[in-house]
């Protein structure tokens, strides 16, 4: 049985990734915040694919402490059903927001969520994945262009522009997953991004201030359904050899900002390792 999990499963990209992931035959591992509306998705999978192999885990993925318990409860469940194997991880979880504002450990949301939630998961479900040669799936965006990592002040703590953070989290997503390539492709991983496009979703309608809301309930008109971008998901996940590139849009490969180098992959994965006390040099010894 080949298991997949993908983070913010309850709605918009995350929920049709999971839906499509469903009726091709995987078992979704759906991962979100609120228990109301894991509910819900799982019964809206369910309703229309009665034999879907779906569960969900509730989790604010913003806590440190939510990631750990999530990955220990995942890993349980593992064990248990798949012989602790996991086909792939789609880091998809992700917030839009209009202020600065911080999570338990005083790190900026849309950091925390958009790529530290993720780096803290990968880390943790890394042995399940590696036992079957995985692969990890980053929800990116194309706004990760223009844009570089501000090293002496990631959280942009000096000057706040919630823009500038929620761009800097997508260059975050892509050099996390060639700092993963990097480090594991040589033991059969492989880290991929997928530009979902503009899509017509509610994420800059939750916990945004009244601009923010106004311009997002606007510009998602122009946007494509969430089952077009998760096309690229289930292209990904049902390959049999595992594809070379790095960055897709439309089930195509595309070019992606120059920042994108090994350098700063690495300058990230050594941040992104002090901000959550994990060192990834451990996973490569199992
Ligand atoms: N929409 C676009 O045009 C677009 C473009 C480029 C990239 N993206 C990226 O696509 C990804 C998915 O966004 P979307 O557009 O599909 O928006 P969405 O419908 O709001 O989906 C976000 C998902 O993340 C969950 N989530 C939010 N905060 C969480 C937390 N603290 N802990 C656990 N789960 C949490 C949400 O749960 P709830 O259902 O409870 O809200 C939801 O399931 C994001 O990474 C976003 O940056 C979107």
Request: aromatic share 10%; hydrophobic share 35%.
């Amino acid at each position: 049985m080949n298991t997949i999990v993908i983070t913010g499963a309850s709605s918009g990209i995350g929920l049709e990734t999971a839906r499509i992931l469903t009726r091709q035959g995987f078992n979704v591992l759906g991962v979100s915040r609120s228990e109301d509306n894991c509910k819900k998705a799982e019964e809206n999978i369910l309703s229309e694919n009665p034999n879907a192999r779906i569960s969900f885990f509730v989790a604010d993925l913003m806590q440190q402490r939510e990631v750990v318990r999530v990955a220990e409860e995942i890993i349980l469940y593992l064990n248990e059903h798949c012989d602790g194997e996991l086909y792939a991880l789609i880091n998809n979880a992700g917030c839009v927001r209009s202020w600065y504002m911080t999570t338990e450990e005083g790190y900026e949301q849309q950091f925390a969520i958009n790529h530290l939630a993720g780096f803290l998961l990968t880390y943790k479900l890394l042995p399940a994945l590696m036992k079957v040669r995985g692969c990890v799936i980053m929800t990116g965006s194309d706004s990760h262009k223009g844009i570089r990592v501000h090293w002496s002040d990631v959280m942009l703590r000096r000057r706040y522009n919630p823009l500038t953070a929620y761009k800097q989290s997508k260059l975050c997503n892509i050099l996390f997953a060639k700092g993963l390539n990097d480090r594991y492709a040589a033991a059969g991983i492989r880290a991929y991004v997928v530009d979902p496009g503009l899509v017509k979703t509610d994420i800059g309608n939750k916990e945004t201030g009244s601009l923010v809301n106004f311009i997002w309930t606007l510009r998602k008109r122009h946007g494509v359904t969430p089952d077009i971008p998760a096309k690229t998901y289930a292209f990904l996940c049902e390959q049999k050899n595992k594809l070379e590139g790095l960055y897709y849009y439309l089930c195509k490969e595309k070019s992606y900002s120059k920042q994108v180098t090994s350098e700063n992959a690495n300058r990230l994965f050594e941040l992104s390792e002090r901000l959550c006390d994990i060192s990834y040099e451990k996973v490569r010894m199992i």
